[in-house]
Structures are given as C-alpha cells and as structure tokens.
C-alpha cells in the first residue's frame, strides 16, 4: 500500500498566482481531508469529503480557497490568487469512513508564497 | 468543538524515563486518537480508544480515557531518542480535529 500520495512536495510561488495541490487516497477509503499546519495556528482542518461529497468546509479560511473531488482516487485544493500568510504546510488525509476516524495522513505540500 | 488540548505543551526527559502527556475536550466523543508527528513529516497514528473503553495498550504506549472528565492521557515507558517527535490527541465525532500537541523530547 503506498499510503496517501500528495503532490508537490514543495511549492515556491510568487502573490497572486494560483496553487494547485494534489492528493491520491489510500484505496478504499472513503472520506478524505484537507488540513493546514502553521507555527501560528496548528493544525486546521480545512474542509473533509465522505463519498467524494464535500461534507464540512467551515475551515476553509476564505473564497480563494476551493477543494475538489472528482473521484475516490484524487482531490485538489486550489488556491486562486495565493497570498503570503497562506504559506503553510498542507496535508491531506484519508480514512475508511467518518464513524472509524482513524487518519492516514500524506508527507503534505509545503507551500510558500512570496 | 471537540478539539483537543494537550498538556503539557513540551517535555524533555532522559531516555528510559516514561513520558505522560495529557488531553482535555469539551464535547461527546465517539472514539479518540493519539497520534504522533516527526520533524517535517506527515501525522503517523498511534492508538485509538472508544468511548466505552476506559484504558488501552499498544506495546510501550497506554492511554487511559475519562469521559465524565473528558481527558485522556498517553503514557510512553521506557522512551527512547527515537520518540521524540510531537503528539496530539484527536477526540473524534465525524470529523477530527487537533490542538497544539505537546512536544517531546527524550534526550540520548
């Protein structure tokens, strides 16, 4: 099992340009979350997904922010115009279900925005 | 929120030391989770407790829970510099979310 797969590792971008991250799932699970570290603020979730069916995106710090789920096996969190206070570490996570809980989590995206 | 909050936010003992890191919630739970996070990594889960359940072992680690106090503790025996790494605790319903950790470390 490869585990949670996100990509990139790591992203330098300049203000205003737009991110894309990239997360695949373990397969067979079916719910999948979006979180934001900072030194700042920890560990935020962001947004989850159960069934690719965005179920919370209360954490989702503004409009510029969007997370999808096309399929079971992949979820972007795009980020359109980027900003510096969104340089973060980004992971995502997935788990058999909400009712298990238990989270496997990716290496994460560390973004920087200059 | 059921976020949770650990206690004490750093550590540092000696290795062979145990180590005792608390957590406190303030919602119903179904199940909580400890879990630990290395430098520059990803969170790696460690252990889960369900509500009914009111201690729990997983080779070195045990994790008791009280629901009625709502906390938890996570005892590591006998650490090792390997251990160190920060660790949070997520009380889980639907979703989890996480507090600052409480960073570890154990020194050689």
Not at chain 2, 14 to 25: F, H, I, L, P, W
Request: hydrophobic fraction near 30%; glycine fraction near 8%; include cysteine.
């Amino acid at each position: 099992d490869a585990g949670v797969i996100q990509s990139p590792r790591h992203e330098v971008t300049e203000m205003g340009q737009e991110v894309t991250l990239r997360c695949k799932p373990i397969s067979g699970h079916n719910s999948l979350f979006w979180y934001r570290q900072t030194m700042m603020r920890g560990l935020e979730l962001l947004i989850y997904f159960n069934n690719n069916v965005p179920i919370d995106d209360s954490g989702m710090p503004e409009d510029r922010f969007s997370a999808k789920m096309p399929n079971a096996s992949f979820s972007t969190l795009k980020i359109q115009p980027s900003e510096p206070r969104d340089s973060a570490v980004y992971f995502c996570a997935s788990s058999l279900g909400e009712s298990t809980g238990e989270l496997f989590f990716g290496e994460g995206s560390r973004l920087t925005v200059l | 929120s059921q976020q949770g909050e650990e206690d004490p936010q750093a550590l540092s003992i000696q290795e062979g030391e145990n180590a005792t890191m608390n957590c406190s919630y303030k919602t119903s739970i179904n199940n909580l989770q400890w879990y630990r996070q290395n430098s520059g990594r990803g969170l790696v889960h460690l252990i889960l407790i369900r509500s009914n359940e009111r201690e729990k072992h997983s080779g070195r680690l045990r994790v008791t829970l009280d629901t009625s106090k709502k906390s938890s503790s996570l005892l590591i025996t006998a650490s090792r510099a390997a251990d160190t790494a920060s660790y949070f605790c997520a009380p889980h319903a639907g979703k989890s979310t996480f507090g600052d950790g409480t960073t570890l470390t154990v020194k050689p």
